[in-house]
């Protein structure tokens, strides 16, 4: 699709107070009352997507967990409302954004928690501008808390789609750049990234570079698109809810600004054909190796996996989380200044 612009977006759906009903950690849960607060979470970043669609978008990103079930996702005392809640909020967030997807006719990515017979995974989904699923991509890197309920991926998949060919991570997958690369290598020239935490900016832009992709994070602070040639298009940095746009050109992106020398001396003009035929397969074996050199500097182990450790870091973690609870100061909070749009 030589010259053929498109319209990429990210939302940013920022930190919202929960009621202590909704938090599993405090004496007065209740899932009644952690439902629809589930609920109101994807209605409030669904109204963002639907304000980005009034505009004529043609991707919109979303970020992570959609349903806002951080706290059940730890809470280990009674794994039941975790895997309760991922499946009522899963299959009402993909019905729900189909439904914006079809009425703007655009594709939205969309993240949340899925279970799927006995496992549990961090879904990132593709609506296409139909309403219907294009794929799924399924979080490959998992913080360690993340895994005593959730079951990683194993594959970095690319869609089709009628604007080019796009990939998924989810928060923590952009720590390692074979993520971004993997994605690029099946093909992808769009990376879509719902996340959490807010990747610092030098990161974003390097992922995109890297890649050689149109680079798009969704958060609670600091949404961003990034060009192939490592320039931030739109960001939503300061606001606490909105959404930020960018027209692009998928295949002129790569072209420029050329270097001179690289043109001459290779007769390619593109920057991404360059870097796809000049790699080195040859030379990376190491990037599949188990035990590489460079652990042999630490100890085996070191990981808080076993149950025990696990248990032990559980009673911690809850004792914290209920200090928060009783207004008391916690070892740590999220900082979400930015979000808010604070100084």
Known sequence: MPGNKVVLATTQWGYHEAPAETNPYADVFSLDAARQWSRKQIEGALE???????GNADLVVMGEDVAGLGYPLTYLDDPSIFRTLAGETAALALEAVGEVAKKHSMHVVACFFEPDGEHIYNTAALVGR???LLGRYHKVHLPVYETWFVTPGD?????????GVM???ICYDDMWCESSAACALSGARIICHPSAYSPPEYRVRTRSMDAQVFYITATRAGSRICAPDATILADCSGKADGFATAEVDLEKA???PENFWEYLYSGIRNHRER????R???????LLDDHPPALNAYPPGGLRTTPQAIREVYERQKEDYRRGLRGEEQHYTWDWSE????E
């Open 130 to 132: 139909d309403g219907r």
């Open 155 to 163: 594959s970095f998949p690319a869609f089709e789609t009628d604007i």
């Open 167 to 169: 990939a998924m991570l």
């Open 339 to 342: 979000a808010k749009g604070e």
């Open 280 to 286: 080195r397969p040859d030379a990376y074996g190491r």
């Open 275 to 278: 870097h796809l035929k000049l």
């Open 48 to 54: 963002l997507v639907g304000r980005v669609g009034e």
């Open 254 to 256: 790569s072209l420029g």
